[in-house]
């Protein structure tokens, strides 16, 4: 069975604060992307990686970084939490080439920053 | 810009009854993909339905099927026969131009689905 695992389902920081959000899939997939997901906003993209040690950013990059030293790992890094950045953080993976590959979606983190 | 417009915030169907889910999407390119997602209450995002731009005939997986109307540029949702299980948010997302194979999508802001016994 396929699958996108997230590190927490849950996360509850102070601003400031140097937060880590992992997501891991074992499907050997290409292409890794951060979402954050806001009421009325739908999903907006954060980063999204194609390669291993490859970044690209997405709609909405600031105050995010991101790092995938493997393949099946991709990692979000705020590093300085904000209370705007409080927030349903969803990780997907996906083959590449094709246009019709779906993406897969990890179970999310809802972050606090308080 | 390529942008995709879900216009009903809220909707409800009773259960066994056919409900129908609008996405509009806006784009310049010949070539893309739409897809749709749904979102139960535990937030995971379970894939439902793809078409293809130069797909002729509407898209069909089990009680989902899409309308299609590309010269509307619209791609609806209808579940028959809904359940009380149906009840959650939905996604409409368009794939960009096809570049490079990264596959990004463009999600709506959602439609949430309460199906009533």
């Known amino acids: 069975d396929v699958k996108v695992t997230q590190s927490s389902r849950y996360l509850v920081k102070r601003t400031g604060e140097k937060v880590f959000l992992e997501c891991v899939q074992d499907?050997?997939?290409?292409?890794m992307f951060w979402y954050r997901q806001d009421p009325g906003l739908g999903l907006r993209l954060i980063y999204f990686?194609?390669?291993?040690?490859?970044?690209e950013k997405g709609d909405i990059p600031e105050g995010y970084s991101v790092s995938r030293e493997k393949k099946e790992r991709f990692s979000l890094i705020l590093e300085s939490a904000s209370t705007n950045q409080t927030s349903m953080y969803l990780c997907a993976s996906s083959l590449s080439g094709s246009s019709y590959n779906e993406q897969f979606f990890g179970p999310g983190t809802r972050l606090t920053v308080l | 810009a390529q942008k995709i417009t879900q216009t009903q915030p809220g909707m409800f169907v009773q259960e066994k009854e056919a409900v129908t889910l609008d996405c509009t999407y806006d784009?310049?390119?010949?070539?893309?993909?739409l897809f749709w997602y749904k979102q139960p209450s535990s937030g995971e995002m379970i894939f439902l339905i793809y078409?293809?731009?130069?797909?002729?005939q509407n898209a069909t997986e089990g009680r989902y099927s899409l309308n299609f109307q590309k010269a509307r540029k619209s791609t609806n949702l209808v579940i028959s026969a809904s359940q009380l299980g149906d009840s959650a948010m939905y996604f409409c997302a368009m794939r960009e131009a096809f570049s490079g194979g990264y596959n990004k999508l463009i999600f709506g802001a959602g439609t949430r689905l309460a199906v009533h016994p």
């Open positions: 990686s194609y390669d291993v040690k490859m970044k």
């Open positions: 499907m050997d997939h290409e292409n």
């Open positions: 784009t310049s390119d010949q070539s893309y993909g």
């Open positions: 078409q293809g731009s130069y797909d002729e």
